[in-house]
């Protein structure tokens, strides 16, 4: 599928928390997920400042920040090795629907690649059609287990 949009994928720095915050905040308030600005920051802050964990992408189209996604390194023997959770990916409303998501998709995927991992996963909501076409179409498949939960702390 060729797109007649760009975006540039510019890995987070410090100074963009502010701005993913509001973002991230926005995100969550689609589906009325918990958000804890304060908390967030601290984990925010850790989480640029250790590649290991994983990187934040801030989206941009001509200069302006459209959205980010966020690549959450693990690890799994069955899957092997070194994978991701796609744990966010964000477009802001104005910028939805001209094909951002699936450039974001293929960035997605090229940097994979490119940082050895072996697999990736990510959640969708099941009401939000467009990103289950979305996701889908770039080869992603539902799995025949149950992602469970637990929080610890």
Known sequence: MEHKINIDFNLAVPQDIAELLDMMEDFYAIDNYPFHREITKTNMAEFISDLSLGRIYLLKHDQTTVGYLILAFG???????????????????????????????????????????????????????????LYDGKGFVKSKRYLLSKKIR
């Open 75 to 133: 690890y799994s023997f069955e899957h092997g090795g070194k994978l991701a959770f796609v744990d966010d990916l964000f477009i802001k409303k104005d910028f939805r629907g001209k094909g951002m998501g699936s450039l974001a998709m293929d960035f997605i995927e090229r940097e994979a690649r490119n940082i050895g991992l072996h697999m990736l996963h990510l959640e969708v909501e099941p009401h939000n059609l467009n990103a289950v076409k």
